[in-house]
């Protein structure tokens, strides 16, 4: 068990309105992930972070935010949700210490999103 | 840049039978090579990894070898049950880039009792 949590796991949303999906951990890990999972598209990468306050964009960031206030928490936020948007969205962290000997990540259960 | 190619799916296959998926990779250096697993309903768990040539993870009867002249790491089991249904990912951590992983597409597999 990872100790991540993402909420919420399941979410149905109308064009226009903003969303959040907040990722939970209970390690206190510095590096956390943002991907959506498309099919025909793998695992893309939204947004990371490697601290608090300190995040930074991934090859699909347009139309996400995010935030790190907390080490624990990290937050992706939808401004204006589109259709495009409806994803399976994973939160992912990484733990210290791998050096050189790989990149090892973990992943939340997953938040179902649907904008209609 | 850095890319992975694995083998399109879906694959199916009866109970105890042999697995291959394959997974081909173009990077520079010596990356770190993973196989990742998604049950249903799940988030990815990682099956197994490889840190340098001829290395071979294994995991739950899984094994994949790290072939620097082949530029591959396909993943292999000789007899596979149906809880092996899943969706196989193969990915990349470029060498000395340790906070990136390059994702294959995914392979669905379904195995028939």
């Known amino acids: 068990d990872a100790g991540i949590t993402q909420s919420p796991r399941h979410k149905v949303t109308e064009t226009g309105t903003p969303v959040t999906l907040r990722c939970h951990q209970t390690?206190?890990?510095?590096?956390m992930y943002w991907y959506r999972q498309d099919p025909g598209h793998g695992l893309r990468l939204i947004h990371y972070?490697?601290?608090?306050?300190?995040?930074d964009k991934g090859e699909v960031s347009d139309g996400y935010s995010v935030s790190r206030s907390k080490t624990e928490d990290f937050l992706l936020t939808l401004e204006s949700a589109t259709s495009s948007q409806t994803s399976v969205y994973f939160c992912?962290?990484?733990?210290?210490?791998?050096?050189?000997?790989?990149?090892?990540?973990?992943f939340g259960e997953g938040s179902w999103l649907t904008v209609v | 840049g850095d890319s992975v190619t694995q083998m399109e799916g879906p694959v199916t296959l009866s109970e105890e039978a042999f697995l291959t998926i394959n997974c081909t990779y173009t990077?520079?250096?010596?990356?770190?090579l993973f196989w990742y697993v998604q049950y249903p309903g799940e988030g990815l768990q990682l099956l197994l990894k490889?840190?340098?040539a001829d290395d071979k993870g294994s995991n739950k009867g899984f094994e994949a070898t790290y072939r620097k002249e082949t530029t591959s790491f396909h993943l292999e089991k000789g007899s596979v049950q149906v809880s092996d249904s899943a969706v196989y990912f193969c990915?990349?951590?470029?060498?000395?880039?340790?906070?990136?992983?390059?994702w294959g597409l995914g392979t669905s597999l379904a195995v028939n009792p």
């Open positions: 992912a962290i990484r733990p210290p210490g791998q050096g050189t000997s790989g990149n090892t990540i973990y």
């Open positions: 972070s490697y601290g608090v306050k300190d995040t």
């Open positions: 990077a520079t250096g010596y990356p770190s």
């Open positions: 490889a840190t340098k």
């Open positions: 990915a990349l951590s470029p060498a000395g880039n340790n906070r990136k992983l390059i």
């Open positions: 390690e206190n890990h510095r590096y």
